[in-house]
């Protein structure tokens, strides 16, 4: 059974900085693509970045990694605005697609 559980999220100010975690469980952690993404209020959920591939929006300040002894991804982000606020997910992608989530954890930046 895949488990995916994201942690490290809270409340920052603007210009801030947040490490995400996604630790991992019930699939070859290794041998998988991951991905972040989130979730504005009323708004669809947008990949942020993955191993290869970064949102524009994103390039620069935030930085995907993954320890594979630790089965766990991690997002470092940076430079934090207003408008990076959102529930940020973690995401085992198959076939380039996200698969499976975690819960969630929620990021709020503010002015």
């Known amino acids: 059974q895949v488990q995916l559980v994201e942690s490290g999220g809270g409340l920052v100010q603007a210009g801030g900085s947040l490490r995400l975690s996604c630790a991992a469980s019930?699939?070859?952690?290794?041998?998988?693509?991951m991905g972040w993404y989130h979730q504005a209020p009323g708004k669809q959920r947008e990949m942020v970045a993955t191993?290869?591939n970064y949102a524009d929006s994103v390039k620069g300040r935030f930085t995907f990694s993954r320890d594979n002894a630790k089965n766990t991804v991690y997002l470092e982000m940076n430079s934090l605005k207003p408008e990076n606020t959102a529930v940020y997910y973690c995401?085992?992608?198959?076939?380039?697609?996200?698969?499976?989530w975690g819960q969630g954890t929620q990021v709020t930046v503010s002015s």
């Open positions: 019930g699939f070859i952690f290794s041998i998988n693509y």
């Open positions: 191993s290869t």
């Open positions: 995401s085992v992608l198959v076939s380039g697609r996200p698969r499976y």
